[in-house]
């Protein structure tokens, strides 16, 4: 979530020379812009009109089935504690805590039950969780206010299907993307015309009231998902959301843009709160379910969203105001991933740092639980043995290039 720096042409005009004293009317050289700079200010309250629980009471014949649990601190704070110590009544009970001193915090009480125990440290909202699975068909994609764990897929078989408690805490607790919801909800946003914390204490980070989104399971074609930027209640740009190549969404662009735009005008447009936003949408694959667009997830219109086949300088660009009745009529750009796109060879490779694992990684994950155990265990030497690789292959390619050198230069002489 780090602010780009961007080649932005500088306002006072190019150029290469720092100001000097000596030449006052010399133009100065302007610092580089960030995408901050160019975009729209970002207040708390967009980011949390696009938390889920808010958004969803809304629109909820939108989207798949979904339950949303309230959580509570206890349950908070366990997604926050260092460690995996994963629910007593399913079938494996293990602590991945590896600390020695947080190892005797977390030790057997009296009865032999792990303080850390969910059946124990939330019994309630532990059963609520599993009720709830059950209610939804047995599996379910999980997700906190505004991000689902699906950088840390690699610990259940490279999917974010839920069928148990534990499975959800077990992709929750290994998530960037669930930490960055828990301690940096509002980061980078601007605290100007904000309302007071006591008219609206939500706005506060430690005031979140964060909720355990349960969306019945259902099997997606990725190349049907869309994202789908608005700004100034305009559709402006939708972009192919899996950076794959699709050989026949070319032929359905004109379909797909109908049946997204009409979603949008109908649904969207003139009842989300913000006039920006980015909403992320499923298209069914068969012409006759095709009718009905889902609603997967609104995000903030601001940097940490993902332009996708964009890029937010571009986006940005586009015009957003102007006649009323020209609005409705114009049809955004859609954009796909082309055949021998740089786009489909460089996203071909796993999207997130985290799938970038070694095979065995993934191997434990599509063995179960008892193989990511021991995985978990010899995590850290995993860790070393591949950076201990890297720095060899840099060194045997350092070697090899200044070999390479050598020689260039030695049959030159000869020459
Ligand atoms: N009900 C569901 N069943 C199966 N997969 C889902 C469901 N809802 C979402 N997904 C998948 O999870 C992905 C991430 O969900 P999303 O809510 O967009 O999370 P995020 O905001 O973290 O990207 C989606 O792109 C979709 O592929
Ligand atoms: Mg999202």
Not at 70 to 93: C, H, K, M, N, W
Not at 163 to 172: A, H, T, V
Not at 346 to 367: D, I, M, N, R, W
Request: proline share 8%; hydrophobic share 35%.
């Amino acid at each position: 979530m780090s602010s780009t720096t961007l080649d932005l042409e500088a306002t006072g005009g190019p150029s290469d020379a720092p100001a000097s004293p000596a030449s006052p009317a010399s133009p100065t050289l302007a610092p580089a812009r960030t995408l901050r700079d160019i975009f729209p200010p970002v207040y708390k309250t967009h980011i949390l009109n696009c938390s889920y629980p808010k958004w969803h009471t809304k629109y909820r014949s939108l989207t798949p089935k979904t339950r949303i649990i309230p959580l509570d601190d206890t349950f908070v704070s366990y997604l926050r504690a260092d460690g995996i110590v994963l629910p007593s009544d399913e079938d494996q009970i293990t602590s991945l805590d590896t600390d020695s001193e947080d190892e005797e915090e977390d030790s057997d009480d009296e009865e032999g039950t792990p303080q850390l125990d969910p059946c124990v440290l939330f019994p309630e909202i532990h059963q609520k969780i599993k009720d709830t699975i059950h209610e939804l068909g047995g599996k379910v994609a999980p997700k906190l206010n505004w991000s689902s764990p699906k950088d840390a897929t690699f610990m259940t078989a490279n999917t974010v299907e839920c069928r148990k408690p534990g499975d959800i805490y077990l992709l929750f607790k290994s998530s960037d993307f669930i930490t960055h919801d828990l301690e940096h909800a509002y980061d980078e946003c601007i605290d100007e015309g904000v309302p007071a914390p006591e008219e609206q204490p939500e706005l506060e980070q430690a005031n979140i009231p964060y909720g355990l989104v349960l969306r019945k399971w259902f099997k997606i074609n990725p190349s049907m998902e869309f994202r789908c930027f608005v700004r100034g209640r305009r559709l402006l740009a939708v972009s192919q959301r899996e950076l794959n190549h699709f050989e026949f969404l070319e032929d359905m662009k004109r379909e797909l843009v109908y049946c997204i735009k009409e979603f949008f005008d109908e649904n969207l447009r003139y009842t989300f709160p913000d006039g920006d936003f980015v909403f992320d949408c499923y298209i069914p694959m068969t012409e006759a379910e095709r009718k009905k667009v889902w609603l997967i997830d609104i995000n903030p219109f601001a940097p940490r969203t993902d332009p996708l086949l964009f890029s937010w300088v571009e986006l940005l660009e586009l015009p957003f105001d102007g006649d009323e009745a020209e609005g409705r009529g114009r049809y955004p750009e859609l954009r796909l991933v082309k055949k021998g796109d740089p786009e489909a060879y460089s996203f071909a490779t796993p999207q997130y740092s985290t799938s970038k694992l070694p095979q065995e990684v993934v191997q434990a994950g599509l063995e179960g639980e008892e193989a990511i155990w021991e995985f978990a265990k010899r995590w850290k030497d995993i860790v070393g043995q591949m950076e201990a690789k890297d720095k060899k292959a840099e060194d045997d390619k350092k070697v090899e290039d200044d070999k390479k050198v050598e020689d260039d230069e030695k049959a030159e002489e000869r020459k």
